[in-house]
């Protein structure tokens, strides 16, 4: 089983940068995706940014350009890199893992973030 701690949040202001990391516990060889998501109050948990074990990426298209999703397998961190930030982007963020040994989606607990105007 995997475990995940997301932390990095805080609040920032608008066009300035936050890097988020995602520190997994256990093996992640099986996860064949990890990802960012966010949910804002009152709305839908939705995909920021993914990362397959290929290294292939995938952004909302309200971030591109914005916002960079890495992975260091040294550490078993991902990180969500984010710059120009808008209010819009304000919500928390959770950190994922889709894994099947054992098979299960894994979350993070979330970390806030507040983009002021």
């Known amino acids: 089983q995997v475990q995940l701690v997301e932390s990095g949040g805080g609040l920032v202001q608008t066009g300035g940068s936050l890097r988020l990391p995602c520190a997994a516990s256990?093996?992640?060889?099986?996860?064949?995706?990890m990802g960012w998501y966010r949910q804002a109050p009152g709305k839908q948990r939705e995909l920021v940014a993914g990362i397959s074990t290929g290294g292939s990426t995938n952004y909302a298209d309200s971030v591109k350009g914005r916002i960079t999703i890495s992975r260091d397998t040294t550490k078993n961190t991902m990180y969500l890199q984010m710059n120009s930030l808008k209010p819009e982007d304000t919500a928390v963020y959770y950190c994922?893992?889709?894994?099947?040994?054992?098979?299960?989606?894994?979350w993070g607990q979330g970390t806030q973030v507040t983009v002021s105007s």
């Open positions: 994922h893992a889709r894994c099947s040994y054992p098979p299960r989606d894994n």
């Open positions: 256990g093996s992640t060889f099986s996860c064949n995706f």
